[in-house]
């Protein structure tokens, strides 16, 4: 096979209800250019390996399978797949989700051939959600109102969905290797330094499906979880984003690291109060005196709320 343009990167682990879906979503896809399908899969303890196993027999030309011999972890993996890939886009799609559209490659790369100015194209998706045994579609996970982006937008939020993302094969992201693997939101991160030599691009139509299930790698975390892997990501782009947006960068981690505080309040937990609190005296003197006040009214509070639980006490001993 000749050099491919695009290269598809899945991958999975434990998503044998799933994958046939996510690769048969690769497999439609209508291109005028060679194409390849590179799929990691992370010693998964049900049937996907078997299932990729069987793709790639029937499929030798398009698709090469990675098989780790142990399992890596969801970073790791993806890494060592992302290294494999030989195009000059990437299209990535992890095991559960799936493309919908057979032009949907196609339309992408044409824009990002003809507009070498922009580093990424993605697309909205709609969601499945399964539970209980039942699930539901919906449309648009995200309604944006215009079709170019910055990495300036790309740092406050990340809005794009992994299932959607077409991006330029440049340097940065050979560069990609294990260290990287403490960092768990590794798409935001791929975006954001990708977003630094080039635009972004939004396709409105709804070309590929994301899926929210009790087996999904986010699916049990809460608020925290996320806002302390941001932590993480925007520490890293500290020490590894080109000087021009640095301060953007730090504003944004001031922001994270502020709102973490209010967490911590919020818990009343006192070890975890002083641990984050610590961190963000170190970037910042702002705040300092609202978050002091906050300190010392929740120490007003749980010392008038161990009061009333005496007064109570001693209230059920007399009678």
């Known amino acids: 096979m000749s050099s491919p343009l695009v290269s598809a990167c899945l991958i999975t682990y434990n998503h044998e209800y799933f994958i046939n879906k996510c690769i048969e979503g690769a ?7 060679p194409y390849e399908i590179i799929i990691g899969e992370d010693f998964s303890i049900d049937g996907t390996r078997d299932i990729c196993l069987e793709y790639a027999e029937k499929h030798p030309q398009i698709i090469r399978l990675v098989c780790n011999d142990k399992n890596l ?14 195009g000059k886009y990437i299209a990535i799609c992890e095991g559960d989700d799936y493309w919908t559209d057979p032009l949907k490659l196609q339309n992408q790369v044409d824009f990002l051939e003809a507009h070498p100015e922009y580093m990424i194209s993605f697309h909205a998706v709609d969601l499945m ?6 699930s539901s579609l919906s449309n648009n996970t995200v309604q944006l109102h215009q079709n170019q982006f910055t990495i300036e937008d790309l740092l406050k939020c990340n809005f794009i969905n992994t299932p959607s993302l077409v991006i330029r094969n440049t340097d940065f992201l050979k560069r990609i290797t294990n260290s990287y693997e403490h960092i768990p939101t590794l798409d935001w991160m791929i975006t954001i330094l990708a977003s630094q030599y080039g635009k972004i691009c939004y396709f ?12 999904g790698i ?6 925290k979880y996320f806002l302390e892997s941001a932590i993480t990501l925007f520490e ?25 505080v209010l967490y911590a309040m919020k818990d009343l937990s006192k070890p975890d109060i002083t641990a ?15 978050i002091a006040l906050r300190l010392i009214a929740l120490a007003i509070f749980k010392f008038v709320l161990l009061l009333r639980q005496k007064v109570s006490r001693r209230g059920l001993k007399e009678t």
């Open 27 to 33: 497999l439609i896809q209508e291109l005028s250019f």
């Open 204 to 215: 409105p139509e709804s070309m590929a499906v994301y899926r929210m299930h009790d087996g």
């Open 236 to 260: 890293f782009l500290e020490q590894n984003i080109n000087p021009e947006f640095h301060t953007a960068v730090f504003l944004k981690y001031k922001e994270l690291l502020g709102t973490r």
């Open 276 to 290: 984050w609190f610590r961190r963000y005296k170190k970037v910042t003197s702002e705040w300092s005196l609202f």
């Open 129 to 134: 959600i399964h539970n209980n045994g039942t």
């Open 73 to 86: 972890g969801m970073v790791r993996n993806w890494t060592l797949a992302l290294q494999e890939c030989k």
């Open 218 to 223: 986010h699916s049990h975390k809460d608020k």
